[in-house]
């Protein structure tokens, strides 16, 4: 049941005012959920290359970024089912609602219901939940903006997870580890011995792929969403049976050029949006690998800061020396530390 009128919240957010300028730290106003929405108190949340792509680009602002982040259920607006205030959440920035053509194909994660949208507002009515202390309204960020510490999401793309997985891993499967987990388990099947390259900051040229590989590598994945690195991805496979996963989100949606005889060799790419996982069938699945030690994430946490140290996260990643940071709303709680 919905809780009785929930009212809006002040709270700290790290609001982007203009393209590639730090963030800076406010207090917003968070309304309260409408329908089929439920505000979430964010505990922690990290920084995906995808956030850097709308920080660097000609997105609408001011603007609250972030999208992969673990959180405590507040409120749920009217007609929200199976979610109730205490209860611990990921958000996502796919949705699933299990009844259309794509949530009930095996081979299709891509919800029509709510559809996706890379443009800000809440996807049922196109509006924003935040405003700034003057009272404007700021954008959101896919639905999502986890670098706030309350934002309200639409239920469709909300996933309960065990209290008992670890705050810092838990966010990590909302976007990041669900992708590159999902890319290699749902649509790329790889196989025990194979060769696979990640692409990501920092890769290593071709020739030297090339080197390790012993001629180029079985399976490829794309993880930041720039063409040029999609193009690499595709070259450095092995001929007549290389596999490329494109994961990450090409902002601007620009063409990729491939050659056409490796095609014909036998060569092939596809896209994988989300790692192919459906959020509410298989986040739990791997919240539960991760409990049973049959997948391993905590390498992939390089750093941790707070809320007030956000730029800092995001320098480290401009610099390549981080591989996900995790922010922190309240540091001093020692969740999951």
């Known amino acids: 049941m919905a809780n009785h009128s929930p009212k809006p919240i002040r709270c700290k957010a790290a609001v982007c005012r203009a393209a590639g300028e730090p963030l ?4 917003v106003v968070v309304d309260p959920p409408k329908a089929f929405e439920i505000r979430i108190k964010i505990v922690c949340t990290s920084l995906c290359h995808s ?8 997105a609408t602002f001011p603007r609250i970024l972030g999208h992969e982040a673990y959180g405590v259920v507040e409120s749920v607006g009217e007609q929200v089912e199976g979610f109730a205030a205490g209860d611990t959440v990921v958000p996502t920035f796919l949705g699933q609602c299990d009844r259309c053509p794509g949530c009930a194909s095996e081979h299709n994660n891509v919800c029509t219901t709510v559809p996706f949208v890379f443009g800000p507002g809440m996807r049922r009515d196109g509006t924003s ?7 404007n309204p700021v954008h959101d960020l896919v639905a999502v903006s986890s670098f ?14 065990d209290p008992a997985v670890p705050p810092k891993l838990a966010c990590l499967l909302s976007c990041g580890a669900g992708t590159g987990v999902g890319g290699a ?9 194979s060769s696979v390259v990640i692409f990501g900051l920092g890769s290593v040229g071709l020739a030297e792929i090339g080197k390790l590989t012993g001629g180029g590598a079985d399976y490829s ?12 991805a595709f070259n450095c496979t092995r001929p007549g049976k290389g596999k490329t996963i494109i994961l990450g989100l090409e902002k601007n949606n620009d063409p990729i050029s491939l050659p056409s005889l490796d095609l014909l060799s036998g060569k092939c790419v596809m896209g994988s949006f989300f790692g192919g996982i459906k959020p509410k069938t298989d986040i739990p699945i791997l919240a539960k ?14 750093h941790e800061v707070g809320l007030q140290e956000i730029n800092k996260a995001f320098d480290l990643l401009l610099q390549g020396k981080s591989l996900r940071c995790i922010i922190w709303m309240d540091k001093g709680s020692g969740h999951g530390r």
Do not use: H
């Not at 800076?24 to 207090?27: L, W």
């Not at 956030?51 to 000609?58: E, M, N, V």
């Not at 706030?148 to 997870?161: P, R």
């Open 24 to 27: 800076t730290i406010e207090e």
């Open 51 to 58: 956030d850097i792509t709308f920080w660097r680009g000609k």
């Open 129 to 135: 939940r935040f405003r700034d202390a003057q009272g």
């Open 148 to 161: 706030s510490e309350y934002t309200v999401v639409d239920v469709n793309q909300v996933v309960k997870i």
């Open 185 to 193: 388990w749902r649509a790329a099947k790889v196989e025990p011995g």
């Open 221 to 232: 994945f794309e993880c930041i969403g720039v063409s040029s690195v999609m193009t690499d």
């Open 289 to 302: 690998k991760c409990m049973n030690k049959e997948l391993e994430l905590d390498g992939l946490v390089t």
